[in-house]
């Protein structure tokens, strides 16, 4: 019985010490367990934002969107400022990049793209419309190069670099434009230069002999003198100018040529001669077609210049070496010994 006893106060003191035990223990268990609670939600919340904020600025603003939904969904975040600030940027960016690709498509860039610009001055990070953008410029210039409009190729080339990752390839096409427009620039002058100089020979002196005029020469000889200048003006400018549409002719060619080759190079950046695209080497065949044809027709138009200049060239010549003709016959003239004329009459030779 006192053994049952002892047994009985035993149980009891290990009943107190648990109980005592358990009511130090038990807050700190239960802050944890919310601290532990409150982890896993903080980092389910960063997951959806973090994937928010990755879609934004590649600019798929669709799931952008979504994720920041899930952002408020999270216990304790439903009210999120800044979930909820990233979800009305993406509704206004959905639709704006909607309007534009909707101009885009009817070819009104000069509506749509401000509208990309806008979007991109709402979120500068968007990976998606810097791309269209450097795209449509890129091509813009691709398309006015093409038309030899050098300065407008040169300006869209330009604006895409504002956008482009690649900015090497937009740099090379830059200075492909100005070389174009420095030639321009150096034929032109030549060409201002060349027709001045036909200009100044064409201007009369003032001293300038008659057309025709009669000398008579010491033994009483009448020579009738022509006057050259106009023949040798007129031979003068037919040799510079078919000279001169010749060389302007070869330089269109060499220019046509140097543009083919320039576009041969984007198709073909390794040299190898193989375009392995079915469309690019379609487009390239059709400018190599006429590329061909050109060389044919302007060849003609060279050769055809250089034989009129050649000609006009040699009456030049003949024209200096050949000596005014003697005309014999009857002359009147003044009689140096006496007063009166003195009659003469020469028999041609």
Known sequence: MQKLIMKLHLLKSVFIFCSLLLLVIHPRYSAAKSLVNIVAIDDEYDRYKKKGDE?????????AKKQYKNCLEVPGFENDEYARKKIVLSDECIALKEQAESLLQKDNATKGVPLLKEVLGKNPE??????????????????????????????????????AEDKY????????????????????QKKQDEISTVKQEQIPQKNETPIILKKEISDGTIVKVKNKTF???LVGIIGVGTGTYAYLTNSKYSKELSDFKTFESAYDPDGDGFIRNSDSYQEWQKKYDVLKT????KQMIINTCLGISATALIVETIL?????????????????????????YD???
Request: aromatic letters at 10%; proline letters at 3%; a positive charge.
């Open 55 to 63: 879609y934004l600025k590649k600019g798929d603003y669709i799931n």
């Open 126 to 163: 968007d990976i998606e419309t810097k791309k269209k953008l450097t795209d449509y410029w890129k091509s813009n210039g691709n398309k006015y190069y093409g038309i030899e409009k050098f300065q407008d190729a040169q300006n869209s080339y330009k604006e895409a670099l504002n956008y």
């Open 169 to 188: 390839t937009l740099a090379i096409l830059i200075q492909n434009c100005e070389d174009k427009l420095n030639k321009e620039k150096e034929l032109l």
């Open 231 to 233: 023949p040798k003006i």
């Open 294 to 297: 050109s060389q044919k027709s």
């Open 320 to 344: 200096l070496l050949k000596k005014p003709k003697t005309k014999k016959g009857l002359s009147f003239r003044a009689n140096p010994h006496n007063v009166g004329l003195a009659i003469r």
């Open 347 to 349: 028999f041609q030779k």
